[in-house]
T-cell receptor
Framework: KQEVTQIPAALSVPEGENLVLNCSFTDSAIYNLQWFRQDPGKGLTSLLL?????REQTSGRLNASLDKSSGRSTLYIAASQPGDSATYLC????????????FGTGTRLQVTL | SQTIHQWPATLVQPVGSPLSLECTVEGTSNPNLYWYRQAAGRGLQLLFY??????ISSEVPQNLSASRPQDRQFILSSKKLLLSDSGFYLC???????????FGDGTRLSIL
């Protein structure tokens, strides 16, 4: 059974800092990996999809990396802003027909002024 | 472009009452559809998924059921709600084949 873990569980940084969020998964037989953000009381916003054949994917100040063989992904946020404060979730997409997601435990990020 | 709608946004129901949450997707055809629950302080749990009309798969035994009466409509139901059914319910869609999932805004369900 796939298990996904995110470290740290919570993180507080001053505005302007670069930061890295970590995600690890136990079964490397994944289709792809998806990063989301969730604001309090809201749904999930998709940030990046990184395909299993890729090593990196970038969108603006966000960069996600994937090392499928070691079961790890990182989300790098450059020049953090208070608007980045949210919970960040990684999820692996399974290889079955339904492409089911297995979610990590999340990292709650607070960017302070 | 594709959009996903969930309603209602908030619902307060007494124990033992029925439930119907609706989710619709626009701008795509034959999507995979998913229902998740996020309990307070806990992670996201997949409840049901559907790869086609009338095809429903359940991930966990529970007091809830799902139906897909039309291609882009997914309904979550219960005949009698329990206190443990409280939570934040999210609907999502994807094209399958490893494509990304896209989520609705969720329904916050409180059981009294």
């Amino acid at each position: 059974k796939q298990e996904v873990t995110q470290i740290p569980a919570a993180l507080s940084v001053p505005e302007g800092e670069n930061l890295v969020l970590n995600c690890s998964f136990t079964d490397s037989a994944i289709y792809n990996l998806q990063w989301f953000r969730q604001d309090p009381g809201k749904g999930l916003t998709s940030l990046l999809l990184i395909q299993s054949s890729q090593r990196e994917q970038t969108s603006g100040r966000l960069n996600a990396s994937l090392d499928k063989s070691s079961g790890r992904s990182t989300l790098y946020i450059a020049a953090s802003q208070p608007g980045d404060s949210a919970t960040y979730l990684c999820a692996v997409i399974g290889t079955g027909t339904a492409s089911k997601l297995t979610f990590g435990t999340g990292t709650r990020l607070q960017v302070t002024l | 472009s594709q959009t996903i709608h969930q309603w209602p946004a908030t619902l307060v129901q007494p124990v033992g009452s029925p439930l119907s949450l609706e989710c619709t997707v626009e701008g795509t055809s034959n999507p995979n559809l998913y229902w998740y629950r996020q309990a307070a302080g806990r992670g996201l749990q997949l409840l049901f998924y559907s790869v086609g009309i009338g095809q429903i798969s359940s991930e966990v035994p529970q007091n809830l059921s799902a139906s897909r009466p039309q291609d882009r409509q997914f309904i979550l139901s219960s005949k009698k709600l329990l206190l443990s059914d409280s939570g934040f319910y999210l609907c999502a869609w994807s094209k399958g084949g490893g494509q990304p999932q896209h989520f609705g805004d969720g329904t916050r369900l409180s059981i009294l």
